[in-house]
């Protein structure tokens, strides 16, 4: 079975810019989450996507969004790039996303601002 | 708010000897906390996970322990080896309003010293 599928790999953009991130979760899973990695900051959970509905949403401003599509497949976009926008952007799947759930996480998607 | 803490953030050991990781949540509501490990270029992946109603579960060299009444738990890895050497991530389950969520730690980076 594939695992949860992230692209792309690294991405480089400059302030001002908006940016989408690409997740394939893993066959079968309706789940998909959005967490954010920065140094010192840990995993920050962005929103969860199930059977194409935002369920659960984190802390952070509106230029953060993203959506699911009918295949379980989610994209997060972030509009308006600030230079602290610059992380890890890594996405989770899991088949229902209940949080007693095992999560498959992604290689994510390296994000650099400048 | 909910809120998880997690020490420390570094963590160098012998390789042979034990490791031990602490945490902290906040609502004593959280019934499910899992532990990540996070490999070098590589997404988070479960390793062990403990429910509120146990108090200690082992696999093989790791073991988990949750004391409720302190709201507080623990990742122990004995023995450990140099594949051990990744990043930990403590993490917990919240609930408010609907809006659910696993708040995970800052991490600890845990380097086996060959």
């Known amino acids: 079975k594939a695992g949860v599928t992230q692209t792309p790999r690294y991405l480089i953009k400059t302030r001002g810019q908006q940016v989408t991130l690409s997740c394939s979760p893993i066959?079968?899973?309706?789940?998909v989450s959005w967490y954010q990695q920065t140094p010192g900051q840990g995993l920050q959970f962005l929103f969860e996507?199930?059977?194409?509905?935002?369920?659960n949403k984190g802390n952070f401003p509106g230029r953060f969004s993203g959506r699911q599509f009918s295949n379980s497949r989610s994209e997060m976009n972030v509009s308006t790039l600030e230079l602290g926008d610059s992380a890890l952007y890594l996405c989770?799947?899991?088949?229902?996303?209940?949080?007693?759930?095992?999560?498959?996480f992604g290689s994510g998607t390296q994000l650099s601002v400048l | 708010g909910e809120n998880v803490e997690q020490h420390p953030s570094t963590l160098s050991v012998q390789e042979g000897d034990s490791a031990v990781i602490k945490c902290t949540y906040s609502d004593s509501a959280s019934n499910y906390f899992p532990w990540y490990k996070q490999e070098l270029g590589k997404g988070p992946q479960l390793i062990i996970d403990?429910?509120?109603?146990?108090g200690e579960k082992k696999d093989q060299r790791i073991a988990v322990t949750l004391n409720k009444t302190a709201k507080h738990f623990s990742l122990h890895i004995t023995e450990t080896q140099p594949e051990d050497s990744a990043v930990y991530f403590c993490a917990a389950s919240f609930s408010n309003f609907g809006n659910e969520k696993l708040t995970f730690g800052t991490g600890t980076r845990l380097t086996i010293i060959p």
């Open positions: 989770a799947s899991s088949l229902m996303g209940s949080t007693n759930e095992k999560l498959f």
């Open positions: 066959s079968g899973h309706r789940s």
């Open positions: 403990i429910r509120s109603n146990v």
């Open positions: 996507y199930f059977s194409e509905t935002q369920r």
